[in-house]
């Protein structure tokens, strides 16, 4: 458990870093120096990626979590594990992407009569390239995980992909650069942190490079198995993350709409940032409690996590709700100021998804894994039929209510399947004291009255939500890791 809060405290710095300038970028340079159309691209750009890599990959992320564990040996060879990886992602996805490229005109075709349709054809070539080395650093990262080595990833992808992007649209500014040399450093960027991070993996020297045992060769068919089955649930739930934003570009044909769903939605992705840096640690952490059979431990992660991740998501959630003003302010461009509710439903959907602790990771590194893909892929289905329905009628704030039933859904059936067969639940009255104190405290923030100078107002109104969160947070104890860190940092105790 130590391991667990060091690395989810490290991870914590890093992340929020990488916030910050995430926020720098998509809510005050894109705001100003890219139009919607450009920035409504670079949302589709990125879900396109995702989902491609996901799709190209097989599962083998999941492969590595679950089944790396089980092949660890002290000559640092690991029976080959290196070299399937390599010869499984190099295959798959070629594959991939030779039916990516048969399949461009059709493609571009279906987008040809969109608005910022000529985006997508300029720029098309991007996505393939993109798309491989999201998963050559996602696999190079998942290795760097079962060996707890998971800093340096997150400070490359949150960090430095960030602060290049600050520089390119700095230069744009600047009418040095264009918006197709700001895609193309882009890439070049996702090529050095890739380069960078394989490099500090080799040089670690937990990985040696061998030809395959029989004993590796011999669980073929149950890796393919197991790829195809976290394939389709994985795949679907980065369906789940995407669906909004590709049912929108394809039902409104508005790239514009896009890129202010696109803005909200990346402002929201902040609320799951503890979710995001403890998810690294305690994700390997369970695959080899699960190797050990050690279901306490098991539990005890479940508790944690959630409660961690709902008291630090509910701050956030409460300080993005009270600043609207502010937030309004930094965007800059006026259509945003009546689309700020999809914000508050999205928002809300992601703090449903962080409360559920780490339930997806129970079972999908457990034997009942299949299980997972089950409710994914129901979840998917129901989230495609509320997007089909309410997308014609409400535009954006249909996908975001389809977003909120998907998360909703999703954790309600993790949670149940968790309980029933393994005997775990994350909730006690913790639970219940966090949602009385946030009531509080979006009360105080909400209702303390306005200050002209926006910088003021958000300082203090943010101060007042803090104070009045945190306080009976600690006195009541609600979290004994929040506790145990306050007390080390502030009160200096050992």
Same mark, same amino acid.
């Given at each position: 458990?130590n391991?667990?809060?060091?690395q989810?405290?490290?991870n ?10 995430g926020f ?10 890219l139009t919607?159309?450009?920035?409504g ?9 995702l989902?491609y890599?996901?799709i ?8 590595i979590?679950?089944?790396f564990?089980?092949?660890?040996t002290?000559?640092?060879k690991?029976?080959?594990?290196? $070299? /399937?990886v390599?010869?499984?992602?190099t295959f798959n =996805?070629?594959?991939?992407? +030779? !039916?990516f *490229?048969?399949?461009?005109d059709y ?5 040809q ?8 054809v ?8 993109m798309a491989?080395?999201t ?8 290795l760097?995980?079962t ?6 990833? $997150? /400070? ?7 602060? =290049?992007?600050?520089?390119? +649209? !700095?230069l *744009?500014a ?15 960027t996702n ?5 960078v ?9 937990q ?6 045992t029989?004993?590796?060769?011999s ?7 197991y790829?195809?089955?976290?394939l389709?649930s ?6 789940i993350?995407s669906l ?8 409104t ?9 696109y803005?909200?939605f990346s402002i929201a ?23 050990e059979?050690d ?7 479940y508790?944690k996590t959630s409660v ?5 998501g509910?701050?956030l959630?409460?300080?993005l709700?009270?600043?609207k ?9 006026p259509?945003?100021a ?12 992601f703090?449903t998804d962080?409360?559920g602790g ?5 079972i ?7 299980y997972?893909?089950?409710f ?17 009628s409400?535009?954006m ?5 389809s ?17 029933v ?9 913790a639970?219940?004291?966090i ?5 509080v ?9 306005i ?7 958000m300082?203090a109104r943010?101060?007042l939500?803090l ?7 600690y ?9 145990y860190?306050?007390n ?6 050992k």
């Open positions: 458990m391991l667990l809060k060091r989810g405290f490290y914590s710095i890093i992340l929020y870093a990488g916030t910050a300038l720098f970028n998509l809510s005050i340079l894109f705001q100003r120096f919607k159309e450009e920035i691209f670079f949302g589709l750009m990125t879900a396109v990626v989902l890599s996901q190209a990959s097989i599962g083998i992320n999941n492969i979590l679950k089944y564990p089980y092949h660890r002290e000559d640092k690991h029976g080959g594990f290196v $070299s /399937f390599i010869i499984w992602c =996805f070629l594959i991939f992407t +030779i !039916l *490229i048969v399949f461009k493609i571009i075709a279906y987008y009569s969109h608005a910022g349709s000529a985006l997508l300029k720029y098309f070539y991007i996505i393939a390239p491989g080395l998963m050559a650093f996602t696999v190079t990262e998942s760097a995980i060996v707890f080595k998971n800093i340096l990833s $997150s /400070f490359l992808r949150e960090v430095v992909l960030r602060v =290049f992007t600050v520089i390119s +649209i !700095l *744009i600047a009418s040095v650069f264009n918006y197709g040399d700001f895609l193309n450093i882009y890439l070049a090529v050095l942190i890739v380069v991070l394989w490099f500090s993996l080799y040089k670690s020297k990985f040696k490079i061998s030809s395959i029989p004993q590796l060769k669980q073929k068919r149950e890796f393919i198995k790829g195809f089955f976290t389709l994985t795949t679907s739930f980065v369906l993350q909004d934003t590709l049912m929108l570009s394809t039902m044909g508005d790239l514009g709409l896009v890129g202010i769903y803005t909200f992705v902040v609320i799951s940032l503890p979710a995001r840096a403890l998810g690294r640690t305690s994700l390997q952490i369970i695959s080899q409690a699960w190797a059979n279901l306490p431990k098991i539990g005890k992660i508790h961690v991740q709902m008291l630090v509910c701050l959630f409460i300080g709700v009270v600043n003003n502010f937030i309004l302010t930094l965007l800059h461009k259509e945003y009546g689309h700020y509710d999809v914000f508050m439903v999205v928002g809300i959907a703090l962080i409360t780490v339930n997806g990771y129970i999908n590194l457990s034997k009942y894994y299949r997972t893909t089950y994914i892929v129901a979840t998917v289905l129901v989230c495609g039929l509320c997007n089909w329905i309410l997308i014609p409400l535009s704030m249909g996908a975001a209510i977003y909120l039933v998907a998360m909703i859904m999703i954790n309600f059936l993790s949670w149940f399947f968790v309980k067969k393994f005997g775990l639940q994350p909730f006690t009255k639970h219940i004291l949602m009385l104190v946030s009531v405290a979006l009360a105080a923030g909400y209702y303390m009255p200050i002209q100078n926006i910088w003021i107002d300082c943010s101060l939500v104070v009045v969160y945190a306080v009976p947070t006195l009541l104890k609600i979290s004994d890791d929040v506790n860190t306050v080390k940092i502030i009160f200096k105790d």
